[in-house]
């Protein structure tokens, strides 16, 4: 447990996994407040890897610096997302990292696997 709503990770000392629960409404474009949340963060505390849910949208973006993933989510709509209109990206990624010997990361390969066919009620 790395806790409740976010969580640093140093896969190496040059490369560092910044993991988040956020709050509120999904915008209007998918990548949109991960985009203002790498804008916004200061210059040596940006983290390597930005991995974000909450959204349930799936998106990858490269930004500052920052390799960002907006996680889709493995739940099916509830009578609340439908209630608020809100739809879902279904699945999962698997990243590979390759890092060079002091760390950094020289690659950064993610690969989507959508899931078309949820259980119903499954949430």
Known sequence: YLGQYFARINLTPNCVLQLEHPLGKPAYAVSYKTQRKIDNMRG????????????HYSGYLFRRNVHA?????????????????LESDNGGFIIEIKVNDDGHIIEFT?????????????Y
């Open 110 to 122: 993610p690969r989507f696997f959508p899931f078309y066919t949820l259980v119903e009620h499954d």
């Open 44 to 55: 040596g505390d940006k983290p390597n890897i930005l991995v974000e849910g909450h959204y």
């Open 69 to 85: 993933i907006c996680c889709p989510s493995f739940q099916g709509p509830t009578k609340f997302s439908k209630r608020l209109g």
